[in-house]
């Protein structure tokens, strides 16, 4: 069938497998950050967002994309830069192959709680799994871009 | 010290918080052959027959594999020094399989829908055998895991396939058995620990090409890129000179990739057809056809006399090593050697084991390698003993707990020449407000407050046998390539390595770029596990920049015409009396008219295996109706040495802890009858997410150990040991019960509330 | 592995019906389950296209389209008062926000599966499926009927005055539970329902009116025995029989106790 739809900002037009999952479409197009992690829809490293939603797009048919926009970590450098330093400041980031999903999650959550409490960010991210690093300097780079960012905006108002 | 001991940034963090593509998947080409292996349904059976003719015909088949294809060499994929204690008991594919889930075929095709199809495709009649599924009727048993001829074990580990046991062995100090005798109070009990999964985010996966040269290439997501050419040349049956292996980001490791688990089928369907080949396991092969943890048995004598001295140690473990013996006669021996250390001056110990082979799934390395079942079975042990003595615990071990200084019998004899563990349970101590909150607190809600605690040890590599090389090389400008064959695989080594050359050559972390790991272009080593990176390989990268600073000096004097010994170099230039050369005037020089090497090699390997050590409390909250646990505090004080960089060494205690906790109240492995794997996803082996760990804190207290970098011992493995023990501890100070089986359910603790209570 | 042949989105309710009388035709919800599966699909229906993601908040009900996200169930301010907070906890377990991003309410409800929340704490309600040829009937109806070709359109919420407790114990807090339960007082008639049993989700009414003299400690008592007795429980690898029914009796009583605190507090 044929679809049309935005990645990344880049609208697409394509014939594609009627079964194709979104995961394997925005693969092919380039976009890594999108992984698979596990095949029953657990460990939200393939998390994108469907027109500002964060979604398992393992678990999505690419036709059901058609018309829609779907955003990956490739069209959000500058937030997964900016959150993601936070990160890295802690070391957090270990293996790696968590963090896309777990980054847009987390961009999901500051989105639409820009001020979360520790139970809110636990809570909201409870969907992405990660095994190397405990999530505790996740948490603390998560607590530390808050502050940064209030500081920010303070220093701006 | 200016670089190490510093919190710098992980050289790829960016790289990876940004998504970009740095994993196999991401960077192999996507023409390749998509492999898949078909599996068996049963643990124990032989193939009579089996048709592919069928499964040939689906369009995009390019080739199907049975038993009949493959070279009959045995060989282990288990990731050690050669000749490797695993015993040689594989073929690629087997006439007899088992396992549910053991490999039955290969099947390569264009997509992966041809090949699902042909796997659907191919009809395998089997004789079904009775399996070998409970691992104390293992020994002995008339049914054999291993009955074939050519079973070979190439080293004296007390292994006999005609046995189903994969090694076995005595060992101890001391009459144990006159001075349990003589003690006041013997506590005994057995342990049981399951065959987690390691569980790193990213499966297994390999892939394969022939490159110009006519040679196998490998690129896979492994820790031991040099074991990898070894096995494959020995499982193919070619000369070692046609591998060459490789390795990209991995994304986690914990041991899991220290043995070949993919990388034999598309190395063989490369071989045989020339074309390239990839290998991704879903997580459901990961769950089912992998290498977790040893499942085992221990079962502890502890001998103390009522003062509180703890006197002698009897252990027994027994080890499932399921259908393949990798690292089987290894793990065991860190069961005994890296938990009952953990108590000096014992006038006995005694520690024997017996390694099974049954039909499940083989096991492997895991983070902690023995040492977490060992250590889970000894503190829990002396845990029970301070509650028999109605002596504090944590007084107990201060009076008992291993010293720097002392020679340890348990441990090869060597001398604990680096050790804080006196100064890790006092802070400990502190951190958790011990004397105020032990043993519980009756929160009069239904709940109980209690606290728990453990001691724990690891080593750093394997003593005489684990070599790491580093190879530094000064470029243009005066930076720095480092190239090393460790595999940084999210742990940071890369980093921490790049931390000890700045340090040495006196220069910033980004003047120094690595490379690794490649067994062409890597110096040899033995690969990242068994916590030797830091230690290991780390001395090499020292000894490496002490000689290339020497050269780089002698490049000097060449040039100022002067000699060596006037002449100084703080890392930008090498100045002296005669005058000064910048760094990038040495370097530039280097490429012309130069017989000084400005690129060395050294390699490391050290005769003792110091220990890292740690105390690990925690405070949980009981809810006594329903035996469920709430995790509220976890407080981890760690004695690694120096930490060469203390953010990745404190995530690395984090992450450690969150897979302890895992193991001790999460992660179930259960079989049915018939010896399928219940827990085969995510959706049914349940890892914590980050509402299950509680909070972690996480402290240092260091020893300087003289043998490694800068004072460095390992972290990597240690990490992972004390949440077992101190749960479990924890959760008899809330309900009274000894929960000696994990995970540690709300189930199983109800129940032995309820037995409690009849009693 | 999943295999589809055809993905139709389907442009009336008619369609989508005709497609689903076929065996091999499936309607798909958020697909999280149905993509776990080993099964080949002629053709997956989809009823994204029909305007029936909508939480409708009327007078005398709450008018849920089968295709609603539990996301969206979860954030809706109307069913949230409505439950006293007791949707919101029965949702907020489930994996995650991007599973429950797709999970559908009527993937959730069709499936009728034993571990379902959703399922758990709907049957506690006044709640009614749409059967776009069956009509109207009660969720606990639909709950033990046979699976058919039918398709559930929405799901029907009385606004009967309600308090609702939710509970759930899981060995993980993402995981399915080992039991769920909805301690409900619905105008006036007390039920509680068990989920996760682990068969499927059972209702229990207070048929002998055991607490409609007042939620007194002999009458709690009476009750969780009753509830307790007419629970069946069976063992998984999550927990056995025992454990489960010793659940009921402390979800329940600790729902009844906490509904007794706030009554004396108001």
Redesign the interface.
């Known amino acids: 069938?044929q679809i049309n739809l935005k990645l990344n900002g880049k609208l697409i037009k394509e014939e594609i497998a009627?079964?194709l999952l979104l995961i394997d479409f925005v693969r092919k197009h380039g976009c890594?950050?999108?992984?698979r992690?596990?095949?029953?829809?657990?460990?939200?490293?393939c998390?994108v967002f469907?027109d500002g939603?964060?979604?398992?797009s393992?678990?999505?048919?690419a036709?059901?994309a058609?018309g829609r926009e779907v955003t990956?970590?490739?069209g959000l450098?500058e937030e997964?830069?900016e959150?993601?330093?936070f990160?890295?400041?802690?070391?957090?980031?270990?293996?790696?192959?968590?963090?896309?999903g777990f980054?847009m999650?987390a961009i999901?959550l500051f989105r639409e709680n820009p001020d979360p409490t520790d139970e809110e960010i636990?809570?909201?991210?409870?969907?992405?799994?990660?095994?190397?690093?405990?999530?505790?300097?996740?948490?603390r780079a998560m607590k530390n871009y808050i502050a940064w960012k209030k500081e920010k905006q303070e220093v701006g108002a | 010290m200016k670089v190490v001991n510093q919190p710098v940034m992980k050289k790829d963090a960016m790289s990876l918080v940004t998504g970009k593509p740095v994993f196999l998947d991401d960077v192999v080409p996507d023409n390749a052959l998509v492999v898949k292996v078909k599996r068996s349904p049963y643990a124990h059976a032989l193939i009579e027959e089996i048709k592919i003719d069928t499964a040939l015909k689906v369009p995009g088949i390019e080739a199907i594999y049975t038993y009949k294809d493959v070279p009959d060499i045995r060989f282990t994929m288990a990731g050690q020094t050669y000749p490797e204690p695993s015993p040689y008991d594989r073929l690629i594919l087997d006439q007899r399989v088992r396992f549910v889930g053991d490999a039955v075929a290969i099947v390569a095709g264009e997509n992966e829908k041809a090949v699902e199809k042909a796997l659907r495709l191919i009809k395998v009649k089997y004789q079904e055998l009775e399996p070998v599924l409970d691992f104390h009727t293992a020994k002995d048993n008339p049914i054999l895991v291993h009955p074939e001829d050519n079973w070979e074990s190439k080293c004296p580990v007390g292994a006999d396939n005609k046995r189903n046991l994969c090694a076995s062995e005595v060992s101890g100090h001391g009459d144990i058995e006159a001075v349990l005798k003589d003690c006041d109070l013997v506590v005994e009990h057995t342990y049981h620990t399951k065959a987690d999964q390691q569980a790193m985010m990213e499966t297994f996966r390999t892939y394969t090409n022939m490159d110009a040269y006519g040679r196998l290439n490998i690129i896979s997501s492994t820790q031991i890129v040099f074991h990898v050419r070894r096995i494959v040349a020995t499982a193919l049956g070619i000369p070692k000179s046609k591998v060459r292996v490789s390795k990209p980001r991995i994304g986690g490791g914990f041991g899991a990739k220290q043995t070949l688990v993919a990388e034999i089928y598309p190395a063989f369907v490369t071989w045989k057809t020339g074309k390239a080949a990839k290998m991704i396991f879903t997580r459901e092969e990961c769950q089912i056809a992998s290498t977790p943890r040893h499942e085992m048995e221990v079962t502890v004598k502890v001998g103390a006399d009522k003062d509180g001295r703890i006197r002698g140690i009897d252990m027994y473990t027994l080890s499932n090593t399921g259908a393949f013996g990798e690292h089987g006669p290894t793990t065991v021996g860190l069961s005994g050697h890296k938990a009952i250390s953990l108590y000096g001056n014992l006038e006995a110990h005694h520690f024997a084991y017996d390694v099974v082979y049954t039909n499940h799934m083989s096991a492997g390395a895991y983070r902690g390698y023995g040492a977490t079942q060992g250590i889970f079975a000894v503190e829990s042990a002396v845990n029970e003993l301070a509650d028999r003595l109605g002596m504090d615990p944590v007084k107990l071990r201060e009076k008992n707990m291993v010293r720097q200084g002392e020679v340890m019998p348990s441990y090869y004899n060597e001398v604990n020449a680096s050790c804080a563990l006196d100064r890790c349970m006092a802070r400990a101590k502190e951190m958790m407000h011990w004397d105020e909150k032990f043993p519980a607190r009756d929160m009069g809600n239904g709940k109980i407050r209690s606290v728990g605690v453990a001691m724990a040890m690891q080593g750093s590599g394997i003593s005489g046998v684990d070599v790491g090389s580093a190879t530094i090389k000064l470029n243009d400008e005066g930076f720095y390539v480092l190239r090393i064959g460790a595999a940084d695989m999210g742990t940071g080594c890369d980093t921490i390595l790049a931390q000890m050359a700045a340090e040495c050559l006196s220069c910033g972390v980004e003047d120094v770029d690595v490379f690794g790991a490649d067994t062409d272009g890597s110096p040899y080593d033995s690969g990242s596990y068994a916590s030797s990176t830091t230690y290991v390989t780390g001395m090499a990268v020292v000894k490496a920049c002490e000689k290339l600073k020497h050269n780089i000096i002698a490049r000097a004097a060449q040039i100022l015409d002067c000699p060596e010994e006037e002449l100084e170099f703080d890392g930008k230039t090498v100045s002296g009396e005669k005058g000064r050369v910048p760094l990038a005037d040495i370097a530039t020089s280097s490429m012309c008219g130069n017989n000084i090497p400005m690129e060395v090699s050294e390699s490391n390997s050290s005769p003792t295996s110091p220990p890292p050590f740690m105390v690990g409390m925690v405070e949980i909250e009981l809810d006594k109706e329903t035996g469920v646990v709430e995790l509220l505090d976890y407080v981890a004080v760690v004695d690694c040495g120096t930490p060469v960089n203390p953010n990745l060494a404190r995530v690395q205690t984090e992450g450690g802890l969150g897979q302890g906790i895992g193991m001790a109240l999460y992660e179930d492995i259960q079989y049915n009858a018939k010896g399928k794997l219940w827990n085969n996803s995510f959706m049914q082996y349940k890892i914590p997410s980050r509402l299950d760990v509680g909070r972690l804190r996480v402290e240092f207290e260091s020893s300087y150990e003289e043998s490694g970098p800068f004072g460095a011992k390992s972290i990597g493995e240690i990490v992972i040991n004390t949440p077992s023990p101190a749960i479990a501890h924890a959760v008899h100070n809330a309900s009274g019960v000894w929960v000696r089986e994990l995970p540690i359910t709300p189930e199983k603790i109800w129940k032995g509330m309820q037995e409690k209570n009849e009693d | 592995m999943l295999n589809i042949r055809e993905y139709v989105k389907v442009q009336s309710l008619e369609e989508a019906y005709e497609l689903n009388q076929k065996r091999t035709n499936k309607i798909i919800g958020g697909m999280l389950w149905m993509k776990m599966g080993d099964r080949n699909i002629q053709k997956a229906i989809d009823l994204s296209g029909l305007g029936l993601d909508q939480i409708e908040e009327e007078e005398e009900e709450f008018r849920i389209g089968c295709m609603t996200t539990l996301r969206e169930l979860e954030l809706h301010p109307g069913l949230d008062a409505y439950t006293g907070g007791a949707l919101r906890e029965s949702l907020r377990h489930i994996v995650g926000v991007q599973f429950r991003n797709l999970a559908t309410v009527g993937g959730s409800i069709f499936g009728r599966f034993g571990f379902s929340d959703v399922l758990t704490l709907f049957l506690g309600l006044d709640t009614y499926v749409e059967l776009y040829k069956g009509g109207i009937q009660p969720l606990s109806t639909f709950a033990w009927s046979k699976r058919d070709n039918d398709i559930l359109v929405r799901l029907i919420v009385k606004k009967k005055p309600v308090r609702i407790v939710y509970q759930s114990l899981r060995l993980t807090r993402t995981d399915f539970p080992v039991l769920a339960s909805a301690v409900v007082c619905l105008d006036g008639k007390w039920q509680a329902v068990i989920g996760a049993r682990p068969q499927r989700a059972l209702l229990v009414e207070d048929e002998e009116k055991i607490l409609e003299g007042g939620l007194t400690e002999e009458n709690i008592r009476k009750f969780v025995a009753y509830v307790t007795k007419k629970t069946p429980t069976g063992s998984n690898m999550r927990a056995g029989a025992d454990y489960r029914s010793h659940l009921v009796e402390v979800q329940v009583r600790r729902a009844l106790e906490e509904m007794r605190g706030e009554t004396n507090a108001d």
């Open positions: 069938m009627d079964e890594y950050s999108v992984k992690g596990c095949e029953t829809a657990n460990c939200g490293l998390t469907l939603k964060p979604v398992l393992c678990s999505l048919l036709a059901r058609n990956t970590l490739e450098q997964a830069e959150i993601g330093s990160v890295a400041n802690q070391g957090a980031e270990q293996c790696g192959f968590c963090n896309p980054m999650n999901a636990l809570e909201y991210l409870s969907g992405n799994l990660c095994r190397c690093s405990g999530y505790e300097g996740q948490l």
